[in-house]
């Protein structure tokens, strides 16, 4: 596994449909999946998701970490359209 440090959201960026899970506890990371990448914060290190599929870690979504109370957002790759690389992922009928 990767391990990927987010980064702190910066003043009046907010996406229009993005959303902050807040994580109630330090030792739960608030995202799972089955991906190869963990991502924590970027003030204290905790871990804030296990897992992830980078393209399920966009800048809709935040993180406020339960040890420091940063808001996190993940560090997308600029030069991947996500919308774009699951479509090309899905299973094509026959």
Do not use: W
């Not at 935040?62 to 600029?78: G, L, M």
């Amino acid at each position: 596994m990767a391990r990927i440090v987010m980064r702190q959201v910066r003043e009046g960026e907010v996406p229009k449909d993005g959303g902050t899970a807040v994580q109630d506890d330090p030792n739960r990371p608030v995202f799972r999946g089955n991906g190869p990448n963990d991502y924590v914060c970027v003030e204290c290190g905790n871990v804030l998701a296990i897992g992830m599929d980078p393209l399920y870690m966009t800048n809709k979504v935040r993180v406020k970490c339960a040890v420091c109370k940063t808001i996190n957002v993940a560090i997308p790759d600029e030069s991947v359209d996500p919308a774009a690389a699951r479509a090309a992922n899905r299973i094509k009928p026959h």
